[in-house]
Nanobody
Framework: QVQLVESGGGLVQAGGSLRLSCAALGSILSIDAMAWYRQIPGKQRDFVARITSGGTTNYSESVKGRFTISRDIAKKTVYLQMNSLKPEDTAVYYC????????????????WGQGTQVTVSS
């Protein structure tokens, strides 16, 4: 079974930076895309950024130019560098891997991490 373990959240002042990490653990043969979402209590989970195995990235308009997604394929880890943080970036950030192929050649879909809290003070 695939497990996504996130780290790097915390409290930061507006204008500051944080770097989130998400490691995919388990008997994994391959991963295609990896992504980050965020959620404010009482609201839906929103897309933040996505990166494919080929390195193609896309971002939500609200974070474009401030956040950078990257990945280390060998480490099965995705990162989210967040700069120029704003109070409206405060949310729980979730790692998402839409599809994993395991070493048993089975596929696991829609995998989510446990979430990491990011709080930006004004």
């Amino acid at each position: 079974q695939v497990q996504l373990v996130e780290s790097g959240g915390g409290l930061v002042q507006a204008g500051g930076s944080l770097r989130l990490s998400c490691a995919a653990l388990g008997s994994i043969l391959s991963i295609d895309a990896m992504a980050w979402y965020r959620q404010i209590p009482g609201k839906q989970r929103d897309f933040v950024a996505r990166i494919t195995s080929g390195g193609t990235t896309n971002y939500s308009e609200s974070v474009k130019g401030r956040f950078t997604i990257s990945r280390d394929i060998a480490k099965k880890t995705v990162y989210l560098q967040m700069n120029s943080l704003k109070p409206e970036d405060t949310a729980v950030y979730y790692c998402n891997v839409p599809k994993v192929v395991t070493t048993r050649l089975t596929r696991e879909y829609d995998n989510w991490g446990q979430g990491t809290q990011v709080t930006v003070s004004s």
